[in-house]
């Protein structure tokens, strides 16, 4: 059964960092472009990053560009994102997608992680 | 940046044809893909490659992408079908996301 599983989701305050992570099962992290999303409660779906299959292409919105680190481990089969600097407006649910490939639909997701940014 | 432009809401009676836009320049020119969100739920894909439904997903989901419209219909909708549905396509090497519409099914 594939299944995304997030977890790492806090309530921290301004500045602090956080460690987000995704354990996949049922599929291969390696075969597939893994992407962090998130959603503010209430609000849309937000682009923050993604990593290649082959791991050599990682990209990131330009709201987290600098802030936030995605990456991943192929031996646990898991995705990470690392946030850094972390704001009161990156207070999300995060999400970790799959995707086959750039320009691909992302066709599994997980169920979501709440990181809250409060002092 | 490129964006896609969604209506917020939408309303349509139970049996009826619901169709949600989504609009980008050149969006024809690119793959589109949709997505439901129930209350309290990831997001699930329901429309790929503009048109293709994944398995699972009922025949009365549909889609086009044309110009500068990707268009989701709903044929005969339910009112399980009430739900936030966002488009999505890549730029490049970004992704991008709509803002997303309320359906409403009443």
């Known amino acids: 059964q594939v299944q995304l599983v997030e977890s790492g989701g806090d309530l921290v305050k301004p500045g602090d960092s956080l460690r987000l992570s995704c354990a996949a099962s049922g599929f291969l992290i390696g075969d597939y472009y893994m992407t962090w999303i998130r959603q503010v409660p209430g609000k849309g779906l937000e682009w923050l990053a993604y990593i290649s299959i082959s791991g050599s292409d990682i990209y990131y919105a330009d709201s987290v560009k600098g802030r936030f680190t995605i990456s991943r481990d192929i031996a646990k089969n898991s995705l990470f994102l690392r946030m850094n600097s972390l704001r009161a407006d990156d207070t999300a649910v995060y999400y970790c997608a799959r995707s086959k490939g750039g320009n691909t639909e992302f066709d599994k997701w997980g169920q979501g992680t709440l990181v809250t940014v409060s002092s | 940046s490129y964006d896609l432009t969604q209506p917020p809401s939408v309303s349509v009676s139970p049996g009826q044809t619901a169709s949600i836009t989504c609009s980008g320049d050149?969006?024809?020119?690119?793959?589109a893909s949709w997505y439901q969100q129930k209350p309290g739920q990831s997001p699930l894909l329901v429309i790929y490659?503009?048109?293709k439904r994944p398995s699972g997903i009922p025949e009365r989901f549909s889609g086009s992408n044309s110009g500068n419209t990707a268009t989701l219909t709903i044929s005969g909708t339910q009112a399980m079908d009430e739900s936030d549905y966002y488009c999505q396509a890549w730029d490049g090497t970004t992704v991008v996301f709509g803002g997303g519409t309320k359906l409403t099914v009443l």
């Open positions: 050149e969006l024809g020119d690119k793959f």
């Open positions: 490659h503009d048109t």
